[in-house]
């Protein structure tokens, strides 16, 4: 069974940084797409950052130049640094992997993970 398990959040001051990270555990075959969502209250889940194998990364214009995607093939993990951070970047963020599996191709979604940032 696939699962992608979250960690990196809290609370942080506004300029400030953290990295999330979500490591993806089971018998994989193959990870195609690796992204990173984000939903606060009372919005949509919206895309904040995407790397595809061997592609480049995509951004949300809102993080572009602020937030850096990673990702470590070795670990079936990635990443994400955010840096500057403001208070609307307050949500919950989740990753998500499209992913080959016993269960086929399909998507994962981690738990999410909280961050606030706040003074």
């Known amino acids: 069974q696939v699962q992608l398990v979250e960690s990196g959040g809290g609370l942080v001051q506004p300029g400030g940084s953290l990295r999330l990270s979500c490591a993806a555990s089971?018998?994989?075959?193959?990870?195609?797409?690796l992204a990173w969502y984000r939903q606060a209250p009372g919005k949509q889940r919206e895309l904040v950052a995407a790397?595809?194998?061997?592609?480049?990364?995509n951004y949300a214009d809102s993080v572009k130049g602020r937030f850096t995607i990673s990702r470590d093939n070795a670990k079936n993990t990635v990443y994400l640094q955010m840096n500057s951070l403001k208070p609307e970047d307050t949500a919950v963020y989740y990753c998500n992997a499209h992913l080959g599996s016993r269960a086929g191709l399909r998507d994962y979604w981690g738990q999410g993970t909280q961050v606030t940032v706040s003074s």
């Open positions: 790397i595809a194998s061997g592609g480049s990364p």
């Open positions: 089971g018998t994989i075959f193959s990870i195609n797409a």
